[in-house]
């Protein structure tokens, strides 16, 4: 007689996505962004992401091998992992800047914590705030791009978000070739990390990983939503002083974070409306930081420090149980 009732856990029907293939994803959405990369920044920029690659890869590889774990290189989380780490790194990074932090992002924001599923905080960004802190020379050390055939010598040029606060600091006010207009910063021609450069590149990769359902809407909606909403506020009260909408969303790593690193899975809520709030938390840091902090960008800090309130957002944003009542007092 055939076996009519089969006891499993949960869950009981499956989307056919794997690790691997989520994986390739996101890798063939990141590839426009590498391409306009290399295309502005040349072999500097193809170096970088050579080595964080194959540098994240070698470290997991060594830390699988020391915990006795079965390697599972072929997931490609490893590969990710590095090429988001490039992306958050100059162009004129040394080859030892960038292994150093192929390391950290393995050994110490994903191995120590267990492996891919337990890692609390994305480990690109725990390896760019570690490099950020550890080499802040090379770190905010930027080129002007010279694309491939051009014949252009890289020469060391400021970010926009770098020139606008200094700008700010010294003269309290914006200068006027910073107020627009941005068709360089939606194409890619200026100064900073690999990944921050295109915004027509990132947002052709965020589109397609939403299309493909490997994100959801929530988190760069609410993420961008609430940068563009406290821009406009700041630009408001005083335009001199405070940038438009518009340059934040194209300047900086906010499209990239907002895409590619707020949506990892591991490190962010797993409800709709936690979701919402995690990304409304990452451009309420992302906006004070950029306006009124230290370093001119905020993405990185904004989205760790969101990361580290995951499990909260979790706990107060679950859902009723089915059929719960809630019990009544006496």
């Given amino acids: 007689?055939?076996?009519?009732?089969?006891?499993?856990?949960?869950?009981?029907?499956?989307?056919?996505?794997?690790?691997?293939?989520?994986?390739?994803?996101?890798?063939?959405?990141?590839?426009?962004?590498?391409?306009?990369?290399?295309?502005?920044?040349?072999l500097a920029a193809l170096s970088v992401l050579l080595i964080c690659t194959l540098g994240s890869v070698a470290a997991e590889a060594v830390c699988q091998r020391l915990m006795g774990k079965a390697p599972t290189l072929g997931d490609g989380s490893a590969a990710l992992t590095g090429i988001l780490l490039a992306l958050n790194l100059p162009p004129s990074s040394p080859w030892w800047?960038?292994?150093?932090?192929?390391?950290?992002?393995?050994?110490?924001g994903k191995q120590v914590y267990g492996g891919l599923g337990y890692n609390p905080f994305n480990p690109a960004l725990v390896a760019r705030v570690v490099l950020l802190i550890s080499f802040p020379v090379q770190m905010t050390t930027w080129t002007a791009p010279a694309p491939?055939?051009?014949?252009?010598?890289?020469v060391t040029s400021a970010t926009p978000l770098g020139e606008m606060k200094t700008a700010v600091m010294l003269t309290g006010q914006i200068p006027a070739a910073l107020q627009g207009p941005y068709g360089d910063y939606f194409t890619g021609n200026m100064a900073g990390s690999l990944g921050e450069v295109s915004a027509a590149a990132l947002l052709l990769g965020g589109l397609f990983l939403l299309a493909r359902r490997i994100i959801t809407w929530h988190i760069p909606?609410?993420?961008?939503?609430?940068?563009?909403?406290?821009?406009?506020?700041?630009?408001?009260?005083?335009?001199?002083?405070?940038?438009?909408p518009l340059f934040h969303l194209l300047t900086g790593g906010l499209l990239l974070?907002?895409?590619?690193?707020?949506?990892?899975?591991?490190?962010?809520?797993?409800?709709?409306?936690?979701?919402?709030?995690?990304g409304f938390g990452c451009g309420l840091i992302t906006v004070l930081i950029r306006l009124f902090g230290g370093y001119p960008e905020g993405v990185s800090f904004a989205i760790l420090l969101?990361?580290?309130?995951?499990?909260?957002i979790d706990r107060f944003t679950k859902p009723k149980k089915f059929g719960f009542v809630a019990p009544q007092p006496g």
């Fill in 306 to 312: 969101m990361n580290a309130v995951t499990p909260l």
């Fill in 257 to 278: 974070g907002a895409f590619f690193m707020a949506t990892d899975m591991v490190t962010s809520p797993i409800t709709g409306r936690g979701m919402l709030l995690f």
């Fill in 221 to 244: 909606v609410s993420y961008l939503g609430t940068v563009v909403v406290l821009g406009s506020l700041f630009w408001l009260l005083d335009p001199a002083r405070y940038p438009g």
């Fill in 97 to 108: 800047l960038a292994l150093i932090g192929s390391a950290v992002a393995i050994g110490v």
């Fill in 1 to 42: 007689m055939e076996k009519q009732l089969y006891l499993s856990s949960s869950p009981h029907i499956h989307s056919g996505e794997t690790t691997d293939k989520v994986m390739r994803a996101v890798i063939y959405s990141l590839l426009p962004a590498c391409a306009v990369a290399v295309y502005f920044f040349g």
């Fill in 148 to 154: 491939l055939g051009s014949g252009i010598d890289a």
